[in-house]
Protein backbone atom coordinates (compact mmCIF):
# COMPACT_ATOMS: atom_id res chain seq x y z
CA UNK A 1 0.00 0.00 0.00
CA UNK A 2 2.86 2.17 0.77
CA UNK A 3 4.85 1.94 -2.42
CA UNK A 4 1.21 2.41 -4.54
CA UNK A 5 0.88 5.70 -2.77
CA UNK A 6 4.91 6.50 -3.71
CA UNK A 7 3.88 5.54 -7.17
CA UNK A 8 0.77 7.54 -7.31
CA UNK A 9 2.53 10.55 -6.02
CA UNK A 10 5.26 10.58 -8.47
CA UNK A 11 2.51 10.41 -11.49
CA UNK A 12 0.56 12.87 -10.21
CA UNK A 13 3.49 15.12 -9.67
CA UNK A 14 4.05 14.52 -13.49
CA UNK A 15 1.04 14.74 -14.55
CA UNK A 16 0.77 18.06 -12.72
CA UNK A 17 3.43 19.22 -14.01
CA UNK A 18 2.59 18.21 -17.67
CA UNK A 19 -0.38 20.09 -17.42
CA UNK A 20 0.90 23.13 -16.33
CA UNK A 21 3.32 23.39 -19.22
CA UNK A 22 0.03 22.52 -21.71
CA UNK A 23 -1.91 25.37 -19.85
CA UNK A 24 1.03 27.89 -20.00
CA UNK A 25 1.45 27.00 -24.39
CA UNK A 26 -2.04 27.21 -24.73
CA UNK A 27 -2.37 30.80 -23.01
CA UNK A 28 0.61 32.16 -24.94
CA UNK A 29 0.79 31.02 -28.28
CA UNK A 30 -2.83 29.80 -29.18
CA UNK A 31 -2.66 32.33 -31.89
CA UNK A 32 -1.54 33.26 -35.44
CA UNK A 33 2.07 34.90 -35.28
CA UNK A 34 4.35 33.27 -37.28
CA UNK A 35 4.95 33.42 -40.69
CA UNK A 36 5.72 31.07 -43.53
CA UNK A 37 8.36 31.48 -46.65
CA UNK A 38 5.04 32.18 -48.41
CA UNK A 39 3.97 34.83 -46.66
CA UNK A 40 1.14 32.70 -45.28
CA UNK A 41 0.48 33.10 -41.60
CA UNK A 42 0.88 30.03 -38.40
CA UNK A 43 -1.05 28.98 -35.95
CA UNK A 44 1.78 29.38 -33.36
CA UNK A 45 0.62 25.44 -32.15
CA UNK A 46 -1.18 23.90 -34.98
CA UNK A 47 1.43 23.88 -38.11
CA UNK A 48 3.36 22.24 -40.91
CA UNK A 49 2.47 18.04 -40.84
CA UNK A 50 0.04 19.14 -37.52
CA UNK A 51 -2.53 21.50 -39.71
CA UNK A 52 -2.81 18.22 -42.27
CA UNK A 53 -4.17 16.34 -39.39
CA UNK A 54 -6.16 19.51 -37.98
CA UNK A 55 -7.54 20.02 -41.62
CA UNK A 56 -8.17 16.34 -41.93
CA UNK A 57 -10.70 16.17 -39.41
CA UNK A 58 -12.20 19.39 -40.20
CA UNK A 59 -13.10 18.04 -43.31
CA UNK A 60 -14.51 14.70 -42.37
CA UNK A 61 -16.75 17.13 -39.95
CA UNK A 62 -18.02 19.11 -42.47
CA UNK A 63 -18.64 16.25 -44.70
CA UNK A 64 -20.61 14.40 -42.17
CA UNK A 65 -22.33 17.26 -41.38
CA UNK A 66 -23.59 17.75 -45.38
CA UNK A 67 -24.88 14.52 -45.20
CA UNK A 68 -22.27 12.09 -46.73
CA UNK A 69 -22.01 8.68 -45.09
CA UNK A 70 -18.78 8.09 -42.74
CA UNK A 71 -16.34 6.33 -45.55
CA UNK A 72 -17.72 8.97 -48.14
CA UNK A 73 -16.35 11.93 -45.77
CA UNK A 74 -13.25 10.54 -44.82
CA UNK A 75 -10.07 12.34 -46.58
CA UNK A 76 -6.83 10.74 -48.58
CA UNK A 77 -5.02 9.00 -46.59
CA UNK A 78 -2.01 10.77 -47.13
CA UNK A 79 -0.51 10.72 -43.84
CA UNK A 80 -1.08 9.07 -40.49
CA UNK A 81 -4.67 7.59 -40.41
CA UNK A 82 -5.71 7.74 -36.44
CA UNK A 83 -4.95 11.43 -35.30
CA UNK A 84 -7.61 12.80 -37.71
CA UNK A 85 -10.00 11.01 -35.85
CA UNK A 86 -8.67 11.62 -32.53
CA UNK A 87 -8.93 15.28 -33.71
CA UNK A 88 -12.43 14.98 -34.86
CA UNK A 89 -13.92 13.15 -31.62
CA UNK A 90 -12.57 15.91 -29.86
CA UNK A 91 -14.26 18.51 -32.21
CA UNK A 92 -17.82 16.53 -30.87
CA UNK A 93 -16.80 16.33 -27.81
CA UNK A 94 -15.91 20.06 -26.71
CA UNK A 95 -17.64 21.40 -30.28
CA UNK A 96 -14.75 23.13 -31.50
CA UNK A 97 -15.57 24.07 -34.90
CA UNK A 98 -11.74 23.42 -35.91
CA UNK A 99 -11.81 26.70 -38.15
CA UNK A 100 -13.51 29.35 -38.22
CA UNK A 101 -13.93 32.06 -41.19
CA UNK A 102 -11.15 35.01 -40.64
CA UNK A 103 -12.25 38.84 -41.98
CA UNK A 104 -10.63 38.02 -45.79
CA UNK A 105 -12.87 35.07 -45.79
CA UNK A 106 -10.38 32.62 -45.54
CA UNK A 107 -10.14 29.53 -43.23
CA UNK A 108 -8.21 29.84 -40.19
CA UNK A 109 -7.67 27.45 -36.80
CA UNK A 110 -9.72 28.87 -34.24
CA UNK A 111 -8.16 30.52 -31.34
CA UNK A 112 -10.19 29.19 -28.62
CA UNK A 113 -8.73 27.54 -25.44
CA UNK A 114 -10.78 24.11 -25.64
CA UNK A 115 -7.67 22.71 -27.34
CA UNK A 116 -6.27 22.42 -23.51
CA UNK A 117 -8.56 19.69 -23.56
CA UNK A 118 -7.03 17.50 -26.17
CA UNK A 119 -3.55 17.99 -24.36
CA UNK A 120 -5.23 17.07 -21.35
CA UNK A 121 -5.97 13.65 -22.67
CA UNK A 122 -2.72 13.23 -23.78
CA UNK A 123 -1.11 13.84 -20.17
CA UNK A 124 -3.68 11.66 -18.43
CA UNK A 125 -3.56 8.77 -21.31
CA UNK A 126 0.22 8.15 -21.24
CA UNK A 127 0.54 8.67 -17.40
CA UNK A 128 -2.07 6.11 -17.13
CA UNK A 129 0.44 3.97 -19.20
CA UNK A 130 3.05 4.44 -16.74
CA UNK A 131 1.46 3.23 -13.92
CA UNK A 132 -0.55 0.20 -15.74
CA UNK A 133 3.28 -0.85 -17.10
CA UNK A 134 4.43 -0.53 -13.35
CA UNK A 135 1.65 -2.89 -12.40
CA UNK A 136 3.60 -5.34 -14.62
CA UNK A 137 6.89 -4.82 -14.09
CA UNK A 138 6.49 -5.18 -10.33
CA UNK A 139 6.46 -8.86 -10.89
CA UNK A 140 10.33 -8.70 -12.08
CA UNK A 141 11.74 -5.28 -10.26
CA UNK A 142 12.27 -4.12 -7.02
CA UNK A 143 9.88 -1.03 -5.37
CA UNK A 144 12.99 1.60 -5.45
CA UNK A 145 13.69 -0.08 -9.13
CA UNK A 146 9.85 0.86 -10.12
CA UNK A 147 10.23 4.19 -8.16
CA UNK A 148 13.06 5.36 -10.65
CA UNK A 149 11.12 4.06 -13.83
CA UNK A 150 8.37 5.80 -12.70
CA UNK A 151 9.84 9.61 -12.15
CA UNK A 152 12.56 8.89 -15.05
CA UNK A 153 9.31 8.15 -17.50
CA UNK A 154 6.88 11.17 -15.54
CA UNK A 155 9.56 14.00 -15.89
CA UNK A 156 12.45 13.28 -18.68
CA UNK A 157 12.16 16.52 -20.70
CA UNK A 158 13.11 14.70 -24.04
CA UNK A 159 10.15 11.91 -23.86
CA UNK A 160 7.60 14.74 -21.84
CA UNK A 161 7.65 17.31 -23.99
CA UNK A 162 5.86 15.37 -26.82
CA UNK A 163 2.35 15.55 -24.49
CA UNK A 164 2.31 19.59 -25.06
CA UNK A 165 2.28 18.91 -28.35
CA UNK A 166 -0.30 18.11 -31.22
CA UNK A 167 0.99 15.51 -33.22
CA UNK A 168 0.79 12.00 -33.19
CA UNK A 169 3.82 11.52 -31.28
CA UNK A 170 2.03 11.27 -27.62
CA UNK A 171 -0.47 8.84 -28.12
CA UNK A 172 1.87 6.93 -30.29
CA UNK A 173 4.02 6.95 -26.87
CA UNK A 174 1.39 5.39 -24.66
CA UNK A 175 0.00 2.80 -26.98
CA UNK A 176 3.49 1.43 -27.39
CA UNK A 177 3.91 1.68 -23.05
CA UNK A 178 0.95 -0.47 -23.22
CA UNK A 179 1.99 -2.92 -25.28
CA UNK A 180 5.42 -3.41 -23.75
CA UNK A 181 3.61 -4.00 -20.71
CA UNK A 182 1.36 -6.55 -21.84
CA UNK A 183 4.41 -8.09 -23.25
CA UNK A 184 6.05 -8.76 -20.51
CA UNK A 185 2.83 -9.58 -17.66
CA UNK A 186 3.15 -13.82 -16.95
CA UNK A 187 -0.93 -13.70 -17.03
CA UNK A 188 -1.59 -14.88 -20.48
CA UNK A 189 -5.13 -14.97 -21.04
CA UNK A 190 -7.39 -15.07 -23.91
CA UNK A 191 -8.31 -11.55 -23.43
CA UNK A 192 -4.45 -10.43 -23.67
CA UNK A 193 -3.91 -11.44 -27.17
CA UNK A 194 -6.95 -9.72 -28.20
CA UNK A 195 -5.43 -6.85 -26.41
CA UNK A 196 -2.22 -6.87 -28.36
CA UNK A 197 -3.46 -7.27 -31.58
CA UNK A 198 -6.13 -4.36 -31.42
CA UNK A 199 -2.89 -2.13 -29.58
CA UNK A 200 -0.37 -3.24 -32.53
CA UNK A 201 -3.43 -2.52 -34.86
CA UNK A 202 -3.76 1.02 -33.46
CA UNK A 203 0.12 1.73 -33.26
CA UNK A 204 0.22 1.41 -36.96
CA UNK A 205 -2.90 3.22 -37.45
CA UNK A 206 -1.04 6.25 -35.50
CA UNK A 207 2.20 6.09 -37.12
CA UNK A 208 2.92 3.83 -39.62
CA UNK A 209 6.53 3.40 -38.32
CA UNK A 210 5.05 0.20 -36.51
CA UNK A 211 4.03 -1.41 -39.75
CA UNK A 212 6.35 -4.66 -38.56
CA UNK A 213 6.42 -4.08 -35.46
CA UNK A 214 3.36 -7.30 -35.27
CA UNK A 215 6.90 -9.72 -36.52
CA UNK A 216 8.99 -8.76 -33.22
CA UNK A 217 6.17 -9.67 -31.13
CA UNK A 218 5.47 -12.97 -32.89
CA UNK A 219 9.43 -13.32 -32.16
CA UNK A 220 8.55 -12.74 -29.26
CA UNK A 221 5.85 -15.27 -28.42
CA UNK A 222 7.64 -18.23 -30.22
CA UNK A 223 10.66 -17.30 -27.79
CA UNK A 224 8.72 -16.85 -24.47
CA UNK A 225 5.69 -18.22 -24.58
CA UNK A 226 5.77 -21.40 -22.52
CA UNK A 227 2.37 -22.68 -23.94
CA UNK A 228 -0.08 -22.37 -26.42
CA UNK A 229 2.00 -20.93 -28.68
CA UNK A 230 0.46 -21.15 -31.94
CA UNK A 231 -3.14 -20.45 -30.25
CA UNK A 232 -1.38 -17.31 -28.80
CA UNK A 233 0.16 -16.25 -32.15
CA UNK A 234 -3.26 -16.77 -34.08
CA UNK A 235 -5.46 -14.69 -31.90
CA UNK A 236 -2.88 -12.00 -31.96
CA UNK A 237 -2.73 -11.85 -35.63
CA UNK A 238 -6.76 -12.15 -36.07
CA UNK A 239 -7.22 -9.33 -33.94
CA UNK A 240 -3.92 -6.99 -35.45
CA UNK A 241 -5.36 -7.56 -38.88
CA UNK A 242 -9.14 -6.92 -38.37
CA UNK A 243 -8.13 -3.90 -36.72
CA UNK A 244 -5.71 -2.42 -39.66
CA UNK A 245 -8.31 -4.05 -42.20
CA UNK A 246 -10.41 -0.92 -41.30
CA UNK A 247 -7.46 1.54 -42.46
CA UNK A 248 -8.00 -0.71 -45.82
CA UNK A 249 -11.54 -0.70 -46.03
CA UNK A 250 -11.39 3.03 -45.98
CA UNK A 251 -9.27 3.27 -48.28
CA UNK A 252 -11.46 0.70 -50.85
CA UNK A 253 -14.88 2.23 -49.94
CA UNK A 254 -13.69 5.74 -50.39
CA UNK A 255 -11.25 5.27 -53.53
CA UNK A 256 -11.91 1.55 -54.71
CA UNK A 257 -8.62 0.94 -53.86
CA UNK A 258 -7.42 -1.18 -50.84
CA UNK A 259 -4.03 -0.15 -49.49
CA UNK A 260 -2.94 0.24 -45.66
CA UNK A 261 -0.04 2.63 -45.79
CA UNK A 262 -0.34 6.36 -46.35
CA UNK A 263 0.62 8.12 -49.71
CA UNK A 264 3.57 10.14 -47.66
CA UNK A 265 5.09 6.96 -46.60
CA UNK A 266 6.02 6.04 -50.51
CA UNK A 267 7.21 9.61 -50.82
CA UNK A 268 9.92 9.43 -47.66
CA UNK A 269 12.78 8.16 -49.28
CA UNK A 270 12.27 10.65 -52.33
CA UNK A 271 12.02 13.56 -49.62
CA UNK A 272 14.94 12.79 -47.19
CA UNK A 273 16.96 10.27 -48.67
CA UNK A 274 17.20 9.84 -52.60
CA UNK A 275 18.30 13.77 -53.40
CA UNK A 276 21.01 13.02 -51.00
CA UNK A 277 22.44 9.90 -52.90
CA UNK A 278 21.69 11.23 -56.48
CA UNK A 279 23.99 14.74 -55.36
CA UNK A 280 27.20 12.59 -53.94
CA UNK A 281 26.80 10.48 -56.72
CA UNK A 282 26.93 12.92 -59.29
CA UNK A 283 28.80 15.43 -57.21
CA UNK A 284 26.04 18.32 -57.93
CA UNK A 285 23.91 20.40 -55.29
CA UNK A 286 21.05 19.25 -53.31
CA UNK A 287 19.32 21.46 -55.36
CA UNK A 288 20.12 20.20 -58.38
CA UNK A 289 19.80 16.61 -57.50
CA UNK A 290 16.04 17.59 -56.23
CA UNK A 291 15.24 19.05 -59.43
CA UNK A 292 16.74 16.28 -61.54
CA UNK A 293 14.17 14.05 -59.55
CA UNK A 294 11.37 16.00 -60.03
CA UNK A 295 11.82 15.96 -64.50
CA UNK A 296 12.00 11.95 -63.87
CA UNK A 297 8.88 12.30 -62.23
CA UNK A 298 7.33 14.94 -64.63
CA UNK A 299 8.92 12.56 -67.71
CA UNK A 300 7.05 9.54 -66.02
CA UNK A 301 3.39 11.46 -65.79
CA UNK A 302 3.50 12.57 -69.17
CA UNK A 303 4.58 8.96 -70.40
CA UNK A 304 1.74 7.50 -68.48
CA UNK A 305 -0.62 9.85 -69.31
CA UNK A 306 -1.63 10.90 -66.09
CA UNK A 307 -3.42 14.68 -65.56
CA UNK A 308 -1.91 15.28 -62.53
CA UNK A 309 -0.55 18.15 -60.59
CA UNK A 310 2.20 17.07 -58.23
CA UNK A 311 2.23 20.41 -55.78
CA UNK A 312 -1.66 19.78 -55.07
CA UNK A 313 -2.01 15.87 -55.01
CA UNK A 314 -5.02 16.21 -52.29
CA UNK A 315 -7.21 17.57 -54.85
CA UNK A 316 -6.80 14.61 -57.43
CA UNK A 317 -7.74 11.33 -58.44
CA UNK A 318 -6.94 9.29 -55.03
CA UNK A 319 -6.29 6.07 -57.77
CA UNK A 320 -4.07 7.96 -59.36
CA UNK A 321 -2.02 9.57 -56.64
CA UNK A 322 -1.45 5.94 -55.29
CA UNK A 323 0.00 5.04 -58.55
CA UNK A 324 1.70 8.27 -58.77
CA UNK A 325 3.53 7.52 -55.57
CA UNK A 326 4.57 3.85 -55.96
CA UNK A 327 6.34 4.91 -59.01
CA UNK A 328 8.18 7.50 -56.73
CA UNK A 329 8.43 5.00 -53.97
CA UNK A 330 9.86 2.33 -56.28
CA UNK A 331 12.12 4.90 -58.05
CA UNK A 332 14.05 6.12 -55.23
CA UNK A 333 14.41 2.53 -53.64
CA UNK A 334 16.35 1.66 -57.30
CA UNK A 335 18.28 4.77 -56.61
CA UNK A 336 19.19 3.97 -53.16
CA UNK A 337 20.15 0.12 -53.87
CA UNK A 338 21.96 1.40 -56.60
CA UNK A 339 25.21 2.60 -54.35
CA UNK A 340 25.09 0.88 -50.95
CA UNK A 341 28.25 2.34 -49.90
CA UNK A 342 26.75 5.80 -49.84
CA UNK A 343 23.06 4.36 -48.52
CA UNK A 344 25.64 3.09 -45.76
CA UNK A 345 27.14 6.49 -44.77
CA UNK A 346 23.73 8.42 -45.03
CA UNK A 347 22.06 5.38 -42.79
CA UNK A 348 24.77 5.63 -40.36
CA UNK A 349 25.25 9.25 -40.42
CA UNK A 350 21.67 10.25 -40.06
CA UNK A 351 20.89 7.83 -37.03
CA UNK A 352 24.07 8.96 -35.16
CA UNK A 353 22.17 12.58 -35.69
CA UNK A 354 18.68 11.73 -34.68
CA UNK A 355 19.90 10.24 -31.57
CA UNK A 356 21.26 13.45 -30.26
CA UNK A 357 18.49 14.39 -27.72
CA UNK A 358 17.04 17.42 -27.86
CA UNK A 359 14.65 18.36 -25.11
CA UNK A 360 13.66 21.68 -25.97
CA UNK A 361 12.27 20.81 -29.65
CA UNK A 362 8.99 21.35 -29.01
CA UNK A 363 9.02 24.45 -26.70
CA UNK A 364 11.14 25.83 -29.83
CA UNK A 365 8.86 24.02 -32.61
CA UNK A 366 5.92 26.22 -31.35
CA UNK A 367 7.39 29.55 -30.25
CA UNK A 368 9.29 29.74 -33.55
CA UNK A 369 8.66 29.47 -37.24
CA UNK A 370 8.02 25.98 -38.52
CA UNK A 371 8.93 28.03 -42.03
CA UNK A 372 9.92 31.48 -43.00
CA UNK A 373 13.05 33.97 -42.00
CA UNK A 374 13.12 32.78 -38.61
CA UNK A 375 12.90 28.84 -38.53
CA UNK A 376 14.35 26.33 -35.35
CA UNK A 377 15.93 23.73 -37.60
CA UNK A 378 19.41 24.84 -38.64
CA UNK A 379 19.07 28.27 -36.93
CA UNK A 380 22.28 29.94 -35.18
CA UNK A 381 19.97 28.89 -31.55
CA UNK A 382 19.43 25.51 -33.08
CA UNK A 383 23.62 25.54 -33.45
CA UNK A 384 24.07 26.93 -30.17
CA UNK A 385 22.65 24.66 -27.90
CA UNK A 386 24.10 21.23 -29.72
CA UNK A 387 26.97 20.99 -26.98
CA UNK A 388 24.53 21.35 -24.27
CA UNK A 389 22.15 18.35 -26.06
CA UNK A 390 25.17 16.23 -26.67
CA UNK A 391 26.37 16.62 -23.42
CA UNK A 392 22.90 15.74 -21.69
CA UNK A 393 22.57 12.98 -24.40
CA UNK A 394 25.67 11.65 -23.36
CA UNK A 395 24.76 11.27 -20.23
CA UNK A 396 22.02 9.45 -20.94
CA UNK A 397 23.27 6.79 -23.01
CA UNK A 398 25.90 6.08 -20.74
CA UNK A 399 23.31 5.68 -17.63
CA UNK A 400 21.38 3.79 -20.69
CA UNK A 401 24.40 1.62 -21.00
CA UNK A 402 24.76 0.64 -17.77
CA UNK A 403 20.99 -0.07 -17.44
CA UNK A 404 21.34 -2.51 -20.22
CA UNK A 405 24.23 -4.22 -18.78
CA UNK A 406 22.35 -4.47 -15.65
CA UNK A 407 19.63 -6.25 -17.40
CA UNK A 408 20.92 -9.00 -18.76
CA UNK A 409 21.73 -10.28 -15.33
CA UNK A 410 17.85 -11.26 -14.63
CA UNK A 411 17.70 -14.54 -15.34
CA UNK A 412 14.14 -14.25 -17.05
CA UNK A 413 15.53 -12.76 -20.51
CA UNK A 414 11.98 -11.59 -21.45
CA UNK A 415 12.16 -8.05 -19.98
CA UNK A 416 15.62 -6.64 -21.54
CA UNK A 417 14.58 -8.48 -24.92
CA UNK A 418 11.56 -6.91 -25.85
CA UNK A 419 13.06 -3.49 -24.58
CA UNK A 420 16.22 -3.81 -26.61
CA UNK A 421 14.55 -5.01 -29.92
CA UNK A 422 11.83 -2.59 -30.09
CA UNK A 423 14.36 0.28 -28.98
CA UNK A 424 16.08 -0.87 -31.86
CA UNK A 425 13.07 -1.23 -34.12
CA UNK A 426 12.20 2.07 -33.76
CA UNK A 427 15.31 3.21 -34.53
CA UNK A 428 15.82 1.41 -37.85
CA UNK A 429 12.62 2.05 -39.07
CA UNK A 430 13.22 5.72 -38.37
CA UNK A 431 16.64 7.04 -37.92
CA UNK A 432 17.45 7.03 -41.00
CA UNK A 433 15.28 10.45 -40.94
CA UNK A 434 17.95 12.27 -39.19
CA UNK A 435 15.04 13.49 -37.13
CA UNK A 436 14.90 13.93 -33.10
CA UNK A 437 11.36 14.21 -33.66
CA UNK A 438 11.18 10.98 -35.30
CA UNK A 439 14.05 9.41 -32.74
CA UNK A 440 10.80 9.68 -30.24
CA UNK A 441 9.71 6.57 -30.70
CA UNK A 442 12.75 4.77 -29.15
CA UNK A 443 12.57 7.14 -25.92
CA UNK A 444 10.03 4.90 -23.54
CA UNK A 445 13.02 2.16 -24.22
CA UNK A 446 15.90 3.94 -23.70
CA UNK A 447 14.80 5.93 -20.76
CA UNK A 448 13.75 2.51 -18.68
CA UNK A 449 17.04 1.47 -19.63
CA UNK A 450 18.43 4.67 -17.96
CA UNK A 451 16.42 4.38 -15.19
CA UNK A 452 18.07 1.17 -14.54
CA UNK A 453 21.29 2.90 -14.68
CA UNK A 454 20.44 5.73 -11.88
CA UNK A 455 19.23 2.42 -10.28
CA UNK A 456 22.74 0.37 -10.18
CA UNK A 457 25.00 3.56 -9.88
CA UNK A 458 22.80 4.42 -6.44
CA UNK A 459 23.27 0.73 -5.51
CA UNK A 460 26.80 0.24 -5.97
CA UNK A 461 28.21 3.91 -4.81
CA UNK A 462 25.53 5.17 -2.12
CA UNK A 463 23.60 2.45 -0.66
CA UNK A 464 25.61 -0.05 1.76
CA UNK A 465 23.36 -2.84 1.03
CA UNK A 466 22.93 -3.21 -2.18
CA UNK A 467 19.18 -4.48 -3.24
CA UNK A 468 18.55 -6.70 -6.06
CA UNK A 469 16.72 -7.93 -8.45
CA UNK A 470 13.59 -10.23 -7.35
Known sequence: ??????????????????????????????????????????????????????????????????????????????????????????????????????????????????????????????????YFLITKLKLYLTDNLLAIIAIVLSIEPTLNQ????????????????????????????????????????????????????????????????????????????????????????NSYIRSGVFYLTPLDQRAALYHYFEPH??????????????????????????????KLDPNKLAEGDERLILKYHNFIKENSIKTIISEPILTFERIIKKSLHSGILDPVYVYFYNTREYEGSEPYYKSNLHKKILNYRLIYSFLIYILSIIGFLYFIKMKSKKLPFILFCSYLYFLAILGWMGSTRYYAASLPYLMIFCAAGVYDIKNKFFDKKKIFFK
Open 1 to 130: MVFKKKIFLILLIGLIFNIIVNFLYIQNLNHYENFDKNGKGNHQLIKGMIENHWRGAYELKKNLESGKNFFESTPIYYQNFLQPYINFIYSKITNDPLYEVDENEELKITENDKKIFLLFFQSIFYFFSI
Open 277 to 306: IISKRDQINLFDAQKKIKLKHYKWLKENNL
Open 162 to 249: WHSFFGTESIFLSIQIFIFALLISKKEPFYHFILIGILTGLLFAQRSAAIFYFVLIISFFIIFLKKDKTKGILIFLTFYLLSISFIGM
